[in-house]
């Protein structure tokens, strides 16, 4: 090891002498972690009622839930994962990490084949859920079906614990490219 004078330890830019931890600084900057890239495969939401949001999204999207255990289920599509987890899974992360119905932030988007065409069927959905379940699954509609400035018709609702859910359908050319319709 070179001692305190040695120029291998000097900067020739600023004269500063370096630590000794600049070589592990150097190794973690210019090391890569990962040979893929992240790849998001599920979007969890926490709730204190897994079967009544099993059952509403199950009903809006035409796909049915896997029960992996009485606490969580998988609503799984090609694109990820919507995982719904109960309030007691949170303490197996960390206790309080998550609340459940306060995501004021998140917007759960699902593309759809036609955006009008599903408005229709779930408002119908919705006032038949309400008559023919103990559970309430009426739909809280936040619009009607809009074409937005990026190129999707969307339609805003929420789910029974108040998260905001975007069924959409490109419309413009370039849209229709990006999803490839």
């Known amino acids: 090891m070179p001692w305190v ?7 020739a830019d600023t004269g500063r002498i370096l630590s000794s931890i ?3 600084v150097e190794v973690m900057t210019n090391h890569t972690t990962a040979s893929r890239p992240a790849n998001l495969v599920s ?11 099993a059952e509403f999204y199950e009903q809006v999207t ?3 839930v896997t029960w992996l255990t009485p ?10 994962t919507l995982a719904i987890g109960s309030t007691r899974t949170v303490a197996l992360f960390s206790p309080g990490s998550a609340r459940a119905a ?13 955006v009008d065409a599903e408005y229709d069927r779930i408002k119908k959905l919705s006032v038949d859920l309400s008559v023919d379940l103990s559970v309430d699954l009426s739909v809280d509609f936040v619009n009607e079906p809009t074409t937005m400035p990026w190129g999707n018709r969307s ?3 929420r789910d029974p614990d108040g998260n905001l859910v975007n069924f959409f ?3 413009t050319p370039e849209a229709k490219a990006k999803f490839g319709r």
């Open 5 to 11: 004078g040695s120029p291998e330890k000097y900067r």
């Open 22 to 24: 600049r070589p592990s």
């Open 43 to 53: 979007i969890r939401i926490i709730s204190d009622d897994v079967a009544r949001l």
């Open 62 to 64: 035409g796909t049915a």
């Open 71 to 80: 606490d969580f289920v998988e609503l799984a599509t090609p694109a990820g």
């Open 102 to 114: 306060d995501n004021h932030t998140a917007i759960i988007e699902f593309l759809v084949d036609d």
């Open 155 to 157: 339609l805003l609702f």
């Open 169 to 171: 359908t490109p419309v």
